[in-house]
């Protein structure tokens, strides 16, 4: 390849940059825009009163301070499981850190954090990214169920559809965990079974599993609660099957990477799932405050919390975007792609 051609390759990679950065952005007050067009902003900001905050303000603080303890101790168990050092403290301190590369995606987000694990636990990036798919899948699969648990319970449209779409998708999850448990080699399919990046859900032991969906579960469980005291602060009633169906289809949909944090997508589906329950100028403002109530907080705890992982995290990810390769991290050990492998079911 020629100079001029790897030096066209940058220039271009260079233009991309922000536009990817931006799209979301753009992706997000188009969709807003759109809302307001239907609803009247004013009408919906008239809902938020100090009322409101006094009650949704200590539930919003200690959500954000149990669900960080949550994710530190499942970063902190599948790390230890891999013989990986990474202390409950300096996990809680990297997932910190990616709360605010999250307000692009919740890719980003991912990325962010396999490149600090990788670099706080000196292991490889593909053992890395391994362990916070785990982490995901099971993520996945508690909200998947309590789609299904909540849809058995309430009557609405073609639900039958909804139920059984959702059950393919649990049954799409077991049968990835046993293609990659099975014991025995599997032929052609064996090369892909054995990538690193799989590695953390093939090998990981039966106990850390266990304690994943327990973890996993309170996490899902505490935005449920998170949800109802929203509800409550605005004077909402909504029954407690539709809540936990509406919520595991909005975190979803939220999750779609094609918005900044979920703006805009989650105001949409915020204001259709939960239509009938109360005025649409209501509902809209009871999601903005969800949202911006979740952006902030998260926000602060990131700025605070864990600065200078949110740099390196970013600078991290364009490293091996652009194919670079990362350098070693500030203590100065070395945090190669080609860190020894760790068997998660080794004892």
């Known amino acids: 390849m020629s100079s001029e ?6 220039k271009t990679a260079r233009m991309r940059r922000p536009l990817r950065v931006a799209l979301p952005f753009a992706v997000s007050a188009g969709l807003l825009a759109f809302l307001f ?3 009247d902003l004013g009408e919906a900001i008239q809902h938020v009163t100090g009322e409101v905050a006094l009650r949704f303000g200590l539930p919003l603080l200690l959500f954000n301070l149990v669900t960080l303890g949550l994710e530190a101790r499942s970063l902190h168990r599948v790390a230890a499981a891999g013989h990986a050092t990474l202390p409950i403290g300096t996990a809680a301190r990297i997932k910190a850190a990616c709360y605010l590369l999250n307000v692009l995606n919740h890719a980003l987000g991912a990325a962010g954090l396999s490149v600090l694990l990788r670099r706080r636990a000196g292991i490889g990036l593909a053992n890395a990214a391994g362990m916070v798919f785990l982490i995901s899948l099971f993520d996945i699969a508690s ?4 789609a299904v648990l909540g849809a058995s319970f309430t009557r609405v449209e073609a639900l039958e559809l909804r139920v059984g779409l959702v059950g393919i998708a649990i049954g ?10 099975f014991p025995a080699p599997l032929g052609p399919l064996e090369p892909l079974r054995r990538l690193e990046i799989f590695r953390a859900p093939r090998t990981a032991p039966l106990g ?4 994943l969906a327990v973890l996993r579960g309170l996490f899902l469980l505490t935005f449920l609660l998170l949800a109802a005291a929203l509800f409550h602060a605005f004077e909402i009633e909504v029954g407690p099957f539709r809540l936990a169906m509406n919520v595991a289809i909005l975190i979803v949909l939220s999750a779609i990477p094609i918005a900044a944090a979920g703006l805009g997508t989650g105001q949409l589906a915020f204001v259709a799932l939960f239509a009938g329950t109360a005025s649409e100028a209501k509902l809209l403002a009871a999601s903005l405050v969800l949202s911006i109530g979740l952006l902030a907080t998260r926000a602060l705890l990131g700025l605070l919390f864990a600065p200078e992982f949110t740099r390196e995290a970013r600078a991290g990810v364009r490293a091996e975007s652009a194919g670079l390769g990362l350098r070693a991290h500030p203590e100065g050990a070395p945090a190669s792609d080609h860190a020894p492998s760790r068997d998660l079911s080794a004892r």
């Open 208 to 211: 850390l599993l266990l304690e």
């Open 172 to 181: 799409a999850i077991a049968a990835g965990f046993a293609f990659l448990r």
């Open 143 to 146: 909200v998947l169920g309590v």
């Open 5 to 10: 051609t790897v030096s066209r390759s940058t």
């Open 37 to 39: 067009t239907r609803i």
